[in-house]
């Protein structure tokens, strides 16, 4: 079972310091238990500020370092980022 996070509401900029930190928590947590899989679930995230996603993209880069795979599940209205952004390539993204 992968480590997971799953925010619940839209992320603004005003969260980034949080989100820094739940996705610290979630490579840490990774790292400890030797898992080879996070899950990010933005099922109920509509809005993905600029300053969020580069947090992701760091996420990203760091869990690929330590080669760990990243599969992310999003809603129709914000997969178009990923796109955008060029990710679909490094991690698994899983439109619902």
Do not use: Y
């Amino acid at each position: 079972m992968a480590a997971v996070l799953h925010p619940d509401s839209d992320l603004f900029w005003n969260n980034l310091d949080e989100f820094e930190s739940s996705c610290a928590a979630l490579l840490a947590a990774a790292r400890n238990t030797a898992k080879s899989e996070i899950e990010i679930d933005l099922t109920d995230v509509n809005f993905i500020s600029s300053t969020i996603l580069g947090c992701l993209n760091n996420l990203l880069l760091q869990a690929g370092r330590l080669k760990i795979r990243v599969v992310l599940t999003v809603g129709q209205d914000v997969a178009w980022l990923f796109d955008i952004m060029g990710s679909r390539r490094n991690l698994e993204i899983r439109v619902v």
